[in-house]
């Protein structure tokens, strides 16, 4: 028996290929298939199964491709209805893999077709549990993103919830290896682990959700409060899973063509497209296409993408480091962007050599920050944090502009005036300055440094909400 733990960081996502005997499954799979064909393949195993936890929001599954690729059985648990054939499973219901067994245990809560799959191996003993959204290290998955499609309240999908980990996860042995679909970083929980496993054992001692003497009501309190609205995306992309999509071969194909610089600008001048630069942070300060958007791929790309680009559908024109043009396309496949419509060739570089127009942004260190606050303690600062890093600390006076509402905020800044953007590393307010600047705001200072150096020095900091500053949405 082989069970392989598949990380991918960037969506702080788990998908798992077990194997025995020649026989394999997949679950939760991204939506490339190449990761599991090709470990199929060096095990001279065949895919038989492709077990889906539930209907996704935050990337869009590959189980529809791999499938057709394989011809393995895709399986949902009870309640899931698509678009097109897969196999519904019964509460209980278990499927071989080579000498081991996958058991279904349906846990609703997060959604009303969340299901885990307990495996037992050789013995029939409980070995291991992929829980999805259902319990994550450290938390549990949040409880509002099903209620618009279902009609039922957050309160209630909590109750669920609640039920299902004390009547089908709770009495499973202490022992049990818990495999869930995502870690820290991911908006699908709140409190989430960056361990990407534990046991059951570790869990029932640690983890604030499975404590003995919780009440139900407790239990919903606890889940419910504090939840931030989720991603823009994240409905498009269940809705993608639950429907279909077009085939990830044709979508890396079709980004996959190369531009010229010349051919680059006709067609960003031609249509609608939106010209992203996904090289480093550094990188995109010093010179970048005038109006183009920031958000590299060394940072939380695929859910800023999904969080700032509204419409999936978006035409998209690509500026990549060289060699990375199909990890862009890939990675925006991810979380449902299908639309890109080639790469500059030969990169940022080549646009420089044929004498196109660049813009840059004014980008500083702490230390300048300090001397120049120093200087001017009224200095105008756009902290794009979250609501919760702002409340934790944040310099005094400074306008909480969160990235992820930068577009609903907008009207709170003025043209006329200069802002010191920060946020804690430099990467989000790369961001929002080139939002920001391509929205005609040129007056930008951006403060590319770790937030505890900007706060290292005499910037006097507070850690209270000021609720003239603060912005609510």
Same mark, same amino acid.
């Given at each position: ?235 498009? /992309? ?100 299908? /639309? ?134």
């Amino acid at each position: 028996m082989k069970i392989e733990q598949i990380y991918t960081g960037c969506l702080a996502q788990g998908a798992y290929f077990i194997e025995s005997e020649g026989e394999a499954a997949v679950i939760d799979p991204l939506r490339e298939t190449e990761p599991y064909m090709e470990r199929a393949a060096r095990s001279g195993a065949q895919i038989k199964y492709i077990f889906e936890t539930h209907f996704h929001a935050d990337f869009v599954s590959g189980h529809l491709d791999l499938a057709k690729k394989t011809g393995a059985q895709i399986v949902y648990g009870p309640k899931a209805e698509t678009d097109y054939e897969k196999y519904t499973a019964r509460d209980g219901e278990e499927f071989k893999i080579g000498k081991i067994t996958i058991r279904v245990l349906h846990t609703p809560g997060h959604t009303p077709e969340s299901t885990c799959y307990l495996l037992l191996d050789e013995s029939g003993k409980p070995h291991s549990i992929f829980t999805g959204d259902t319990l994550f290290i450290g938390d549990v998955g949040r409880p509002d993103l099903a209620q618009k499609s279902t009609g039922l309240t957050q309160e209630d999908l909590a109750g669920w919830s609640f039920d299902s980990l004390r009547n089908k996860i709770m009495p499973l042995p202490d022992e049990v290896i818990v495999y869930p679909a995502h870690g820290a970083g991911s908006a699908c929980g709140k409190n989430m682990s960056s361990e990407t496993w534990s046991t059951l054992g570790q869990q029932k001692a640690t983890n604030y959700a499975l404590r003995a003497d919780m009440t139900r009501d407790e239990f919903i309190a606890e889940l419910t409060d504090g939840l931030l609205p989720p991603p823009a995306y994240f409905k498009e /992309n269940a809705r993608i899973n639950k429907s279909g999509y077009e085939s990830i071969d044709k979508v890396m194909k079709r980004g996959a063509k190369a531009l010229s610089p010349q051919e680059f600008e006709a067609a960003a001048n031609a249509t609608d497209a939106l010209m992203l630069d996904v090289r480093s942070k550094e990188d995109f300060v010093k010179g970048f296409i005038p109006n183009s958007i920031f958000i590299g791929l060394d940072g939380s790309f695929a859910p800023w993408v999904g969080a700032l680009i509204p419409d999936l559908m978006q035409p998209i024109l690509l500026i990549t480091p060289k060699g990375q043009e199909a990890e862009a396309v890939k990675r925006l496949a991810r979380v449902g962007y299908d /639309n890109a419509l080639g790469y500059l060739e030969g990169g940022f570089e080549a646009w420089q050599q044929a004498g196109k127009e660049v813009d840059q942004i004014d980008t500083i260190k702490a230390a300048t920050f300090d001397v120049r606050y120093a200087a001017n303690p009224n200095i105008s600062i756009l902290d794009v944090r979250k609501p919760g890093e702002f409340e934790g600390e944040h310099i005094e006076n400074a306008l909480h502009f969160s990235l992820d509402d930068i577009s609903s905020n907008m009207h709170l800044v003025d043209k006329n005036n200069e802002y010191y953007l920060h946020c804690r590393s430099g990467y989000r307010s790369t961001i929002a300055a080139s939002i920001l600047k391509s929205r005609g705001f040129d007056k930008l200072v951006n403060v590319q440094d770790k937030f505890e150096s900007i706060i290292a020095g005499a910037v006097p900091t507070t850690d209270f909400v000021c609720p003239s500053t603060k912005t609510t949405n």
